[in-house]
């Protein structure tokens, strides 16, 4: 009995708490983006929010991503730009951003339509809601793919290749349909460029400018609702090799010394050896100082002079 006892009250308790457990496991909050435009003006470029459960209904919705981006974003907060009311329709928009149209709103959640503000958001979702410019016949539009969808990260020197799509009701088909959007000028933070978008809605643009980017883009002939792409961009990292080649450059100046040589010219002194006898006057060649025939010349006047004196003497004897 008493085992039966714990057994009945332990299973009580299980099916008690089973609740507790399932909401707990349920995500209590996401993160995701939204953008909000007014009339064709950009209000909210995708600003990243955490939804909670704002309205009570135990879900996680677009109604609730909406009054938290209000609440972010919006001078007042939800409770000066944003309501929502049920109509025929469901939970339906009845004022966004401020802007009190009559009903003339749109969202979409990864660029599809919605079925209503209760539509549940989930992790890394993209929000796009918007009050009409021109009643129901703004075109809405996106950039197909990346970065259409996410805010992707880039840096100063890339390029950004999009694709310009618009989403229109096809009333003979009865559906939705995409199409291209040629000769749309991109511009970027709100400021127009010389690049626009060829027949297949294909643009290359080059990335120029760091910090946050807004990539949208205008149209002529149609109202569109403007598509968003945001780039979170870096500046390149530039290599500068520097060689810090420090040369001592030691300029020796040198003082360079002309030595000018003068040139000594001496004066050849021409010596006249004379030798004076009664037989007659020798003249010995003149030599110039520094020739080789002067001491021989010397040395035979010399002997002539000694032979003549003993000649002399030898005829007085």
């Given at each position: 009995m008493k085992k039966t006892t714990v057994c009945i009250i332990a299973s009580a308790l299980m099916l008690q708490t089973a609740p507790l457990f399932l909401h707990a496991s349920a995500a209590d909050s996401v993160k995701m983006k939204v953008t909000i435009t007014g009339a064709g003006e950009i209000k909210v470029a995708a600003e990243e929010i955490?939804?909670?459960?704002?309205?009570?209904?135990?879900?996680?919705?677009?109604?609730?991503?909406?009054?938290?981006?209000?609440?972010?974003?919006?001078?007042g907060g939800a409770a000066a730009g944003y309501t929502s009311a049920e109509t025929d329709w469901g939970l339906s928009i009845k004022k966004i951003w401020g802007i009190d149209n009559g009903g003339n709103y749109g969202y979409t959640v990864n660029n599809v339509f919605a079925m209503g503000l209760?539509?549940?958001?989930?992790?890394?979702?993209?929000?796009?809601?918007?009050?009409?410019?021109?009643g129901y016949?703004?075109?809405?539009?996106?950039?197909?793919?990346?970065?259409?969808?996410?805010?992707?990260?880039?840096?100063?020197?890339?390029t950004a290749e999009l694709k310009l799509v618009g989403t229109?009701?096809?009333s003979d088909a009865k559906g939705m349909k995409q199409e291209p959007i040629?000769?749309?000028?991109i511009t970027v933070n709100g400021k127009e460029t010389s690049y626009k978008t060829d027949a297949e809605g294909k643009v290359s643009l080059p990335v120029e400018t760091a910090g946050n980017v807004v990539i949208s883009a205008n149209y002529t002939g149609k109202t569109i609702v403007p598509?968003?792409?945001?780039?979170n961009v870096t500046a390149a990292e530039t290599t500068s090799t520097t060689t810090a080649a420090t040369t001592a450059a030691t300029t020796t100046s040198?003082?360079?010394?002309?030595?000018?040589?003068?040139?000594?010219?001496?004066?050849?002194t021409t010596t006249k050896?004379?030798?004076?006898?009664?037989?007659?006057?020798?003249?010995?060649?003149?030599?110039?100082?520094?020739?080789?025939?002067?001491?021989?010349?010397?040395?035979?006047?010399?002997?002539?002079?000694?032979?003549?004196?003993?000649?002399?003497?030898r005829r007085n004897a």
């Open positions: 955490t939804v909670t459960d704002k309205d009570g209904d135990e879900k996680l919705t677009i109604n609730d991503a909406l009054i938290i981006a209000h609440d972010q974003f919006y001078e209760t539509d549940p958001v989930s992790e890394g979702d993209w929000l796009y809601a918007y009050a009409y410019k021109d016949s703004d075109e809405y539009t996106y950039f197909e793919g990346d970065p259409g969808k996410k805010v992707q990260d880039a840096k100063t020197g890339d229109y009701y096809d040629a000769n749309a000028v598509p968003i792409a945001k780039l040198a003082s360079a010394t002309t030595t000018t040589a003068k040139a000594v010219t001496t004066k050849a050896a004379g030798a004076t006898t009664k037989a007659g006057t020798t003249t010995a060649g003149a030599s110039k100082t520094g020739d080789s025939t002067a001491i021989p010349a010397l040395a035979v006047t010399g002997v002539l002079a000694l032979g003549a004196a003993f000649a002399t003497r």
